[in-house]
């Protein structure tokens, strides 16, 4: 494959821009843009162009590749997963044909396997000259690098809410996001990840011990993406809530046919078999949440995501039998931001009053 | 002179306000359309307010705002109160039933069970991206089938054989019940079905999955429909019980909820004469186009929301 003077771009899943770009640009040879922010007129463009029932993040994913593309983008790409996710690329690559735009589209996923090889043989076919060993030293690099968004990520979702001066963490986070790109070797990475731990550890906090806690569990890409899910997670923790996310873009990546089967222990006696996607892995994390004793769960979904469908039922008898509330919520294109405050802030509410008697 | 505490709930299609006094008792009530107009439906519903509190040597001292027009009437009215409409359903409807354990609620256009458990809630759901089977629903069907909402109950307690309609969905409910309507169904029967399909929908979808236990309470604007009533109770063959200020729960909660609230100041009936406008502007800093609400109080802005970073922050004046 000639690919010269490409650039080349990618839809947005969260803050995890910066490790992919970082990769991309490192290995492939070529410029790498960043999709621009995902803003109302992305999902605009996105619901615009794609079939009207498809589930949302298609839209998210269609609205990017677009905008990306005005910008110069030459190569797209895209990943695929067990779920209607399987389809996105080729429906996305034949609607951006249609639409006349000339680009080179690359499935890192051929089969519905996200593994490193496979991944390693698609870039192949971008850089030829890609080099097996730098290809494994920087694909470690980038799941340090976004263990180390997680992580921090993580530490801002369970503390924000208690900050003392109002808006430090937010600041100190985006000023991470902006050195963290800047890195140029695994240690410079982790020395800058310990003093950006400490520099969190350090920032006043007025947290009472038995806080209220909330996990959040559902579709990766909705769960993930902030403005898909009307800021969920800021919105819970700006109540003075300590906020969990397990579902992290690494996870997905790393998981083996081990963990896999470990979910189902985990989901037992809810679950029997796999229900698709991470249906499973959002009743297994549901009931981690309750046995912990968390004070309830934020279950997130697009609207007509079949494996979180069917992970539903299971969700309502964990709710039932340890007493757990659970707030369901769909996203779609339409979603108005009002109806969702409305319900967090109900559901912030019956948790106090749960927690008051 | 007395104290009072206003409570005022704006839906999406009626606004009600009541004015409780420190026993907790309603002194005055109102409840009107809002027809798409908040801030002129509150003004409304304060002048009748205020002329049934006429003579009762009343002052108000807290106020309390909820319904989907909480924030923007909360501001107008300085509450000190702004509550979604969930929790104040609930804190409204455990004073006037403290053993209640499941609460129905249909208004225009949403519909939420609230479960309750030793006078806390403890689970609820909302419908979520459809407003199937809610007040405006009905009155529509009540308009197509040429009569006033207000009958619709009585003709549906009239039958004996209620019409099956389709209960998924509002459309097809539509439909359906234009094709039982025309090969010859008895209209009274098919108010019934219909009041049926409104019950069979909220059950099968917000009361999805919910251990509904008694004693059961219904309320919100539907509730004044004795067809629905009588279907609820049919179906979960249980008694329903329905307040006469059923649909006023929400702003009674709300005044309760302000009362509790121990921060009082005079509250100004003035408020009727001033002149209130909103604006909406878009922000056109980036490409998302935040609409930034601006509310002014005689020509003054006194607040402004919708921004989602710090650049469209609209300066107070």
């Known amino acids: 494959m000639a690919l010269k003077g490409a650039v080349l771009s990618f839809p947005h899943l969260g803050d995890y821009h910066v490790p992919i770009a970082y990769f991309a640009k490192r290995l492939l040879n070529m410029k790498v843009i960043k999709p621009l922010p995902i803003t109302k007129k992305t999902l605009e463009i996105g619901a615009k162009y794609s079939p009207d029932s498809v589930c949302v993040p298609f839209k998210y994913n269609l609205g990017n590749f677009i905008e990306s593309l005005d910008q110069g983008a030459s190569v797209l790409i895209q990943a695929g997963g067990g779920c209607r996710f399987g389809y996105y690329a080729e429906v996305q690559e034949q609607i951006l044909r249609d639409l006349g735009y000339k680009f080179t589209f690359i499935r890192i996923v051929s089969n519905d396997k996200l593994t490193v090889t496979n991944i390693y043989r698609q ?14 030293y920087y694909f470690y690099f980038i799941i340090r690098m976004s263990k180390s968004l997680e992580n921090i990520q993580q530490y801002v979702n369970k503390n924000s809410g208690f900050e003392v001066e109002k808006g430090s963490f937010g600041l100190l986070y985006n000023k991470f996001l902006g050195e963290i790109e800047l890195v140029n070797n695994i240690g410079e990475l982790n020395r800058l990840f310990l003093r950006y731990q400490r520099a969190f550890n350090k920032l006043p906090i007025n947290k009472p011990v038995d806080c209220l806690k909330v996990g959040i569990v559902g579709e990766v890409y909705v769960a993930i993406e902030p403005f898909s899910n009307c800021y969920v997670e800021s919105q819970m923790a700006k109540k003075g809530v300590e906020v969990t996310r397990l579902v992290t873009a690494t996870r997905i990546l790393l998981r083996r046919p081990k963990d896999h089967r470990d979910l189902l222990v985990k989901a037992h006696p809810y679950l029997k078999y796999a229900i698709g996607a991470d249906g499973t892995d959002s009743v297994a994390k549901t009931k981690v949440f309750a046995e912990e004793g968390y004070d309830g769960v934020i279950h997130i979904k697009p609207f007509a995501c079949i494996p979180e469908l069917n992970a539903m039922p299971m969700l309502q008898k964990i709710s039932h039998d340890y007493n757990m509330p659970i707030l369901y919520l769909s996203f779609d294109a339409q979603t ?8 967090l802030e109900a559901f912030y509410d019956m948790l106090l009053m749960k927690r008051g008697h | 002179m007395k104290k009072g505490y206003l ?13 409780i006094d420190s026993d907790n008792n309603i002194i005055a009530e109102d409840y009107l359309w809002t027809e798409g107009n ?16 006429r003579n009762k040597d009343l002052l108000v001292v807290a106020v309390g ?48 069970i609230i479960l309750i458990e030793n006078g806390i809630i403890v689970d609820y759901a909302m419908n979520t991206l459809c407003a199937a089977g809610t007040g405006s629903f009905l009155s529509s069907q009540a308009k197509r089938l040429g009569m006033h909402p207000e009958d619709f109950g009585k003709w549906a307690i009239r039958s004996k054989k209620p019409t099956k309609i389709a209960a998924r969905c509002t459309v097809f409910a539509e439909s359906d019940l234009v094709h039982k309507a025309q090969i010859g169904h008895k209209k009274e029967d098919i108010i019934a079905g219909l009041c049926r399909s409104v019950v069979l929908n909220f059950l099968n979808n917000v009361g999805k999955g919910k251990n509904i236990k008694p004693p059961i309470v219904f309320q919100g604007g539907v509730s004044k429909n004795i067809g629905v009533v009588k279907a609820f109770a049919d179906i979960t063959g249980e008694e329903i019980k329905v307040h006469k200020y059923g649909h006023l729960t929400g702003a009674f909660g709300v005044a309760l909820l302000a009362k509790r609230a121990n921060d009082e100041h005079c509250f100004d009936f003035n408020f009727v004469n001033m002149h209130f406008e909103t604006k909406g502007i878009e922000c056109m800093k980036c490409p998302n186009n935040c609409e930034i609400i601006c509310v002014y109080k005689n020509n003054k802005i006194i607040d402004s929301w919708g921004n989602r970073c710090d650049n469209g922050a609209v300066l107070k004046q």
């Open chain 2, 65 to 112: 705002t909820t319904g989907s027009a909480r924030k923007l009437v909360g501001t107008i009215l300085n509450a000190q109160v702004i509550k979604n409409e969930i929790t104040a359903q609930a804190i409204g409807t455990l004073e006037l039933y403290p053993e209640v354990r499941t609460i129905f609620e249909i208004g225009g256009q949403d519909s939420k």
């Open chain 1, 336 to 343: 108005s931001e009002a109806g969702v405050l409305t319900r």
């Open chain 2, 7 to 19: 409570g005022v709930d704006v839906g999406s299609i009626s606004t009600k306000g009541v004015i």
């Open chain 1, 123 to 136: 870039l192949k076919q971008i850089n030829p000259r890609l080099n097996f060993f730098l290809f494994i």
């Open chain 2, 38 to 53: 908040p801030v002129v439906a509150v003004k409304q519903l304060l002048k009748n307010l205020l002329v049934k509190t």
